[in-house]
């Protein structure tokens, strides 16, 4: 398996990164020596293994919702870049 | 009396209740010595000033029947504190200012301790020598040009160069444990469960952990007492019996069985690394234990799988990120052009390359060969711990395939930094607690560590080995301050 640049440019689509066309080639080189690394588990036949899904091995347990901290609009928008009374402003989404 | 920084922090806790130091004292000479060590860039942010006034009021009524009663205490920057800049060493998080505390710190605030700073990090936790992180890397106080290991790196320096008399790390793949033996200092990572994860930046969610860092085992037992409670506000928080762990802390280890994993004798693996670890065969023999050959077939794949597993969660926990809500924000020609550059500016190269590999291997065709393969391994790691504790008490491994690099050394090869990780990673992979204890010096004089791994919820008998190892093994290490001002 080999991780192209057409790869790298839809991973960073994904990923919502941007990735311009000098960083691409390094990164595809090492993805790709770090797939490689990752390919030993191919060694391994585990059609019959559970995955592992919780360490815990417990179910998640259930809670009442109840409302614990009132009153926190304003440290909620404290840290935010930019905002405008109780809103985050974000750059114009609708044209 | 010794020197106040160079008092471990049961001395100091002793001499603060008998009243022989004022947590004053304590707070000042911890902040002198920090202000004269910049130049191991431990610190990324201080607090000193408000530390001194708590201090000043915890001596005008003090409390001296909590456990670290006016103890100065610096911690890793992955944890929030309330009103303190928290950044996880990530210019994404570069003006952050939580509102609001994480339990564990909270635990350590509500037995009295003082804050003194936030240490430096590898980025989100994600860096084997704290060269990850937007904030310099941290020097190692055994030699100028050594990294202090990762990711608490900066966590490990403080300790080792008594910035601070104890701290707490997190570690999702060994970043207590390696740091730990790369500075001479003792480490725990407990069980997955025991400590609250609230209000921890987040990196691999089914990994992370916080714990103790300390110069003594002791040390690290209390601490492990006080940040250890059940908290519902972290799901996978387990409601389990705690001890308290330095009171109940022994060194009668008589007739326990250490079992010894051939798989861990790795190709290539330094010959003083071989030689510590028989030394401490024979040490946990001279305390009457006893140690019998083990297998763990699966280990070789446990850093492959963590590859995976860790990025992947990584990506997922990592969206947050995105310049609206908080953090950096890079200005876009629209919303999703805002979100790309915000994320390619304010995060660093090897966060990156993990949130690309993790969404990699979660994307659509490729998620059954990766993830559910790495999943599927991960069990194989597990039911192998799950064998062997049939047959002993406790594991006793090297914490790591080799003592500290030179800084620069593997930034350019990221499987040979990961290659680090080798032995404290299957740990994390199987939710169980290791702590890793200083045990010798290799030929250059540089700290190496060795790790003993317990069942899960059973912190109370590695502590216990790991006490009367350190009482034989009498590790010194070699501290010369050759940094301060």
Known sequence: MSIDLKTIKHISKLSRISVDEKRAGKLADDLNSIFEFIEKLNELKTDDVKPLTSIAETTLKFRSDEIKSKNIREQIIKNSPEDNEDYFVVPKVIE | ?485
């Open chain 2, 1 to 485: 009396m010794l020197d106040i920084t160079k008092q471990s922090l049961t001395e100091l806790v002793e001499n603060i209740k008998n009243k022989k130091l004022s947590s004053t004292d304590v707070t000042k000479a911890f902040i002198q010595r920090s202000e004269k060590s910049s130049e191991l860039n431990a610190y990324i942010t201080d607090d000193f000033t408000l530390a001194l006034d708590k201090a000043k009021k915890f001596d005008q009524n003090p409390n001296l029947d909590l456990k670290l009663p006016g103890i100065p205490m610096a911690v890793k920057d992955l944890f929030c504190t309330k009103n303190v800049k928290t950044t996880a060493g990530s210019k994404i998080l570069n003006n952050f200012v939580p509102t609001y505390e994480s339990t564990v710190t909270e635990n350590i605030w509500n037995e009295g301790a003082i804050l003194l700073g936030k240490l430096n990090c590898d980025e989100f936790a994600m860096g084997s020598s704290n060269e990850t992180s937007h904030f310099g890397n941290v020097q190692n106080p055994i030699d100028k040009n050594l990294v202090p290991g990762g990711s608490s790196g900066g966590s490990a320096s403080a300790v080792a160069g008594q910035l601070t008399p104890i701290t707490i790390g997190t570690d999702t793949g060994g970043s207590i444990r390696q740091p730990a033996s790369f500075t001479g200092i003792v480490g725990l990572k407990p069980t997955y469960g025991s400590c609250s994860r609230y209000g921890i930046v987040a990196f691999a969610s089914s990994l992370d952990q916080a714990g103790p860092m300390a110069q003594n085992v002791k040390d690290c037992a209390l601490l492990q007492e006080v940040i250890s409670t059940y908290d519902p506000k972290d799901s996978t928080s387990i409601n389990f019996k705690r001890n308290h762990y330095s009171k109940e802390l022994t060194k009668n280890i008589k007739g326990k069985k250490i079992g010894i994993p051939k798989e861990y004798r790795v190709d290539g693996m330094p010959k003083e690394i071989e030689d510590l670890w028989q030394k401490g065969i024979q040490y946990v023999k001279d305390c009457g234990a006893e140690t019998i050959d083990i297998s763990l077939p699966h280990t070789s794949y446990a850093l492959p799988t963590y590859y995976i597993v860790a990025p992947a969660e990584a990506s997922s926990n990592l969206a947050r990120y995105d310049g609206v809500k908080y953090g950096y924000r890079a200005k876009g020609e629209n919303l999703i052009d805002m979100y790309e550059k915000t994320r390619s500016e304010g995060f660093g190269a090897e966060v990156q390359r993990r949130i690309m590999i993790g969404t990699y291997v979660l994307s659509s065709g490729y998620y059954d060969a990766y993830y559910l393969k790495a999943q599927k391994v991960r069990k194989l790691i597990k039911n192998d711990f799950d064998e062997a504790y049939k047959k002993v008490d406790a594991i006793l491994t090297p914490s790591t395939p080799s003592s500290a690099f030179k800084i620069g050394e593997k930034t350019n090869d990221p499987v040979s930094m990961y290659l680090n990780d080798i032995f404290t990673v299957p740990v994390n992979l199987a939710g169980l607690p290791g702590i890793s204890i200083p045990a010798g010096h290799d030929t250059k004089g540089y700290p190496l560590g060795l790790q003993i791994i317990g069942k899960a919820f059973d912190e109370q008998n590695i502590l216990n080995i790991a006490f009367a190892m350190e009482e034989k093994i009498n590790f010194k290490n070699k501290i010369t301050d050759w940094w301060i001002k």
